[in-house]
């Protein structure tokens, strides 16, 4: 039906064998285009194998051109996005000028106060812009201690990211880990770890478990579980934040060495110092490799060692850091900058801790003077200086002077940070204490007894802080002549820090100078003079012999191996404290007195009549008005200098 003649179907059979399309089938561009291929499989195949490069080629390039493009925009837009943020900072920086002031001296916090006003007028309809301009300043606010108009940078930040790239976006994490941390430091502890630990949750889903972010969250949290005194939650968060830094970012990276920091510090206020030296000591060397020597970071680094080296009783290479590290920061930023406060606090605090009271006393002034300058006189930190010197002032003697600078930190904390913030607790024992030297028992009890009340609530019955509040209270007792309840006080004391600290660290020496002195009172001498003797040697595992804060120990040594008939050492044993007393004649006198005392009752029992008379007449008037000082020695020096012709008269002689 389909071919006129069979010579037409032989046409197309030939035709079909030889592959060319058969002329009874229709002639479609399809159909021709296959019997084609089919005659020519060898030469289409090369032929598509070119097409198909030649299609790929093309694509790619499109594809490359069309990254470059995206590029090129993006570029674009983050050069605007620098270029804006340049002019908006260059016109915040022009308002220093004289004109636009008009002769107001502008300070930082001026500066920040007008940024933040500025951001959201001129920026409108830039909310990315916008919400890093707020993220920054919240941070330069929490440089300067300004925690309430961070807080309020970090939430406008907060909402913007919300909005603009959801609520569970990397974005929105990073902001609420800023305002947690920022909430944490303000001591809204609550609010705080529910912003990180949602934040920690985000990043863990969006940028997995090892992303350095969420690292920087983790260590945030750890801040606040120390602050809060959860020092297990914190060192748990603090190691693992270290190693997902050390593994994201490499292990000599400079995000490692705040991490090492970090978590030294946290070891450090837990007085666990074998753990926190070597994090401290390879924080510094990390610092020193990446920025060199004149950096700000490399100088905390060296406070931080400097710290850990005076608690060690390595005391010149502690003074040669904390110096290296003021020298540092005031070359980078001038004497005034509020970067010093700390170090200066920090080598105040040293010295004081070694009693040299002529050295410390203008440090600490100079903290109290800067923090004003730069914080105003209600802020924290100007409270923490405050305290810092009235302590100062304490241990001179001038209760009065260091009583009106307490209270005045006390107030600013009550209205700050809350009545049960750390430092204000702990400053809280030292007014009591400064009452119970001036005499002033019923109002020192009532303080020392709420205070640690307050401290067992806020800290946990474990807290190494409680030791302090322990020897306030037993002192008081001893005051009272009540010498069982402060053996029991001193005796918790010092399980206490044995516990804390260890057996052997020096710091249990001042907690068993006071138990021993506990049980001098109350007739145990032989118990007294062993206890005294292990306080005065772990004394001297951290400091040269006879330094000042071994005194208190040496005298009641002393007075103990005399009451033991051994007056030959007790001899040797109080002309050391005597020496050393009189290296810092500015102290407080009845500390000088105490130790003039007791060597004026051993030389009256040793044959030095002269000697001993000096000393008794110079310090028997200043003991009898000290509402503190044992009365066993005052009344022992009384009695040496009834043997005295032409003794002292009034009381009690």
Same mark, same amino acid.
């Given at each position: 039906r389909r071919y006129p003649s069979a010579a037409a179907l032989i046409e197309d059979v030939e035709r079909f064998v030889a592959g060319e399309p058969v002329r009874a089938t229709r002639p479609t561009l399809a159909y021709r285009a296959r019997r084609f291929i089919g005659r020519h499989r060898l030469g289409v195949s090369v032929s598509a194998v070119a097409l198909l490069s030649l299609l790929v080629g093309l694509g790619a390039t499109v594809w490359q051109m069309g990254i470059a493009a995206r590029e090129r925009d993006r570029a674009r837009a983050e050069a605007s996005r620098a270029e804006t943020i340049n002019r908006f900072m260059l016109d915040l920086f022009r308002s220093v000028d004289p004109d636009s002031a008009k002769g107001r001296t502008l300070t930082a916090r001026d500066l920040l106060d007008q940024g933040g006003s500025r951001i959201e007028a001129e920026l409108k309809g830039q909310p990315a812009l916008e919400a890093t301009l707020l993220t920054a300043l919240g941070g330069l606010y929490r440089q300067i201690s300004a925690l309430d108009q961070a807080t309020v940078m970090y939430e406008r930040a907060l909402a913007i990211e919300q909005r603009l790239?959801?609520?569970?976006?990397?974005?929105?994490?990073?902001? =609420?880990?800023?305002?947690? /941390?920022?909430?944490?430091?303000h001591g809204d502890y609550d609010r705080a770890l529910q912003l990180l630990g949602r934040a920690r949750a985000i990043q863990t889903a969006r940028l997995g478990?090892?992303?350095?972010?969420? /690292? =920087?969250?983790? !260590? %945030? $949290?750890?801040t606040v579980y120390q602050a809060m005194g959860r020092y297990g939650d914190a060192e748990t968060l603090g190691r693992r934040s270290l190693a997902i830094t050390e593994r994201s970012l490499g292990a000599d990276h400079p995000r490692v060495a705040d991490e090492l920091d970090h978590l030294g510090t946290l070891f450090y206020s837990e007085r666990r110092l074998d753990d926190a030296a070597p994090l401290h000591e390879r924080a510094l060397a990390i610092r020193l490799r990446a920025y060199g020597r004149d950096n700000l970071a490399t100088a905390t680094s060296m406070e931080n060692v400097a710290n850990l080296a005076g608690e060690r009783g390595q005391l010149a290479r502690a003074e040669s850091l904390h110096l290296g590290a003021l020298a540092i920061v005031r070359k980078l930023y001038g004497p005034d900058h509020f970067l010093t406060i700390n170090? +200066?606090? *920090?080598?105040?605090?040293?010295?004081?801790?070694?009693?040299?009271? @002529?050295?410390a006393e203008p440090l600490a002034? @100079?903290? &109290?003077?800067?923090?004003?300058?730069?914080?105003?006189? *209600?802020?924290? +930190? $100007?409270?923490?200086?405050?305290? *810092?010197?009235? !302590?100062?002032? /304490? !241990?001179? #003697? %001038?209760? #009065? %002077? /260091? @009583?009106? &600078?307490?209270?005045d930190a006390q107030r600013i904390w009550r209205r700050t940070l809350g009545t049960d913030y750390v430092i204000a607790l702990y400053s809280r024992n030292s007014l009591g204490e400064i009452y119970l030297q001036q005499g002033r028992l019923r109002e020192a009890e009532e303080l020392l007894l709420t205070t640690r009340e307050r401290m067992v609530h806020a800290l946990g019955p474990e807290n190494f802080q409680l030791g302090y509040s322990m020897l306030a209270i037993g002192r008081l007792r001893m005051a009272q002549g009540r010498?069982? @309840?402060a053996e029991n006080e001193f005796r918790k004391a010092a399980d206490l820090w044995a516990r804390s600290f260890g057996p052997d660290h020096f710091r249990n020496a001042e907690a068993l100078a006071d138990l021993a002195g506990s049980w001098y009172e109350q007739g145990s001498v032989e118990a007294a003079c062993a206890t005294y003797e292990r306080a005065v040697r772990l004394f001297e595992s951290r400091l040269e012999r006879g330094a000042n804060p071994c005194t208190g120990a040496y005298v009641g040594w002393g007075r103990a191996l005399l009451r033991l008939g051994r007056g030959t050492q007790a001899d040797s044993v109080l002309r050391i404290v005597v020496a050393a007393r009189w290296k810092n004649p500015d102290q407080w006198s009845a500390r000088m007195a105490e130790a003039d005392a007791a060597l004026g009752v051993c030389l009256s029992r040793t044959g030095s009549?002269?000697?001993?008379?000096?000393?008794?007449?110079?310090?028997?008037?200043?003991?009898?008005?000290d509402p503190v000082a044992p009365? !066993? &020695?005052?009344?022992?020096?009384? *009695?040496? =200098? %009834?043997?005295?012709?032409g003794g002292l008269k009034g009381p009690g002689v």
């Open positions: 790239t959801g609520p569970e976006s990397a974005e929105t994490a990073a902001a =609420m880990a800023d305002l947690g /941390a920022a909430l944490g430091e478990p090892d992303h350095a972010d969420l /690292a =920087m969250t983790l !260590s %945030r $949290t750890a170090i +200066l606090k *920090n080598l105040a605090g040293h010295y004081l801790a070694c009693e040299r009271w @002529e050295r002034w @100079e903290a &109290l003077r800067v923090a004003r300058l730069n914080y105003g006189p *209600n802020h924290p +930190l $100007t409270a923490h200086m405050e305290h *810092n010197a009235g !302590s100062l002032q /304490a !241990s001179l #003697g %001038r209760f #009065g %002077r /260091a @009583e009106s &600078l307490i209270q010498y069982g @309840e009549a002269s000697a001993s008379e000096r000393l008794l007449r110079r310090s028997l008037p200043i003991l009898r008005t009365r !066993s &020695l005052v009344r022992d020096a009384e *009695n040496a =200098m %009834r043997r005295f012709r």
